[in-house]
């Protein structure tokens, strides 16, 4: 299983091995976006793949002993969250998992423009979130969770929010490497068993074949939006 985990850290009370607990953080499966519009916190489902993405998920974490998830309420993570929960473990919405607010949600994104400009270019006009404004609420959210976390946890969001923290110590954060796991852990500050679950990009959790890789070829890392085409979601810092 190519999940991206740090080191599992352990604490000794009494002479006793005791297993701190582990936080893992899923982004949502594949949605269905055949026009391929800024889909922001409009409720689009999952597409098939991404539902058959979200069975994989539920199976690989069955034996997780996951204790609750925390999730973003927008309609393609509720669906991941619920089918990993497959009804037997709680889920609380948090509103700051939230996708980022972008009054250009619902555009289709043309070719050749910028995803970031799309996104957050109009909030001198017309408002919205910025990233520092996703920054400050997604660390609020993790600076609560990690005060009193005992047990093993999924935390379910979107793309910007679960990389975006990261990226704001200028570190370059690639989403779905072993790296990004080691920057979480060194980020939180805590001794948890840190794991990275990037269903898109992840070939446990695909359904559709792969072309095989050309070793030849040089390696492309994406930054900007995921397309079921383009198997990485990057964002380099600057």
């Not at 972008?102 to 990233?131: K, V």
């Not at 990690?146 to 923290?165: F, K, Q, R, W």
């Not at 070939?203 to 383009?230: C, H, N, S, V």
Request: with cysteine.
């Amino acid at each position: 299983v190519h999940v991206h985990t740090v080191l599992l850290y352990q604490k000794i009370s009494h002479g006793i091995l005791i297993s701190m607990p582990s936080l893992y953080l899923v982004r949502h499966c594949e949605y269905d976006n055949p026009r391929n519009v800024l889909p922001g916190r409009l409720p689009i489902e999952l597409s098939e793949h991404g539902k058959k993405q979200a069975e994989k998920l539920s199976e690989y974490f069955k034996d997780k002993s996951i204790s609750k998830i925390y999730s973003s309420a927008v309609l393609r993570c509720k669906q991941t969250s619920e089918a990993i929960a497959g009804g037997s473990i709680s889920i609380a919405y948090d509103k700051r998992l939230l996708e980022g607010h972008s009054a250009y949600q619902g555009i289709a994104c043309e070719p050749g423009h910028s995803l970031t400009q799309y996104f957050y270019g109009h909030i001198s006009e017309l408002d919205g979130e910025s990233l520092s404004d996703i920054h400050a609420r997604i660390t609020s959210f993790f600076e609560e969770l990690l005060a009193n976390l005992h047990e093993n946890v999924i935390v379910c969001s979107h793309g910007d929010p679960l990389y975006t923290m990261a990226g704001f110590r200028g570190k370059r954060l690639i989403a779905t490497s072993k790296f990004a796991a080691r920057l979480w852990r060194r980020y939180l500050g805590t001794a948890q068993h840190v794991s990275v679950v990037y269903p898109f990009a992840e070939a446990e959790f695909g359904t559709i074949e792969r072309p095989k890789a050309r070793y030849d070829a040089p390696k492309i890392l994406f930054a900007g939006r995921l397309t079921p085409d383009k198997g990485i979601y990057t964002l380099l810092a600057a």
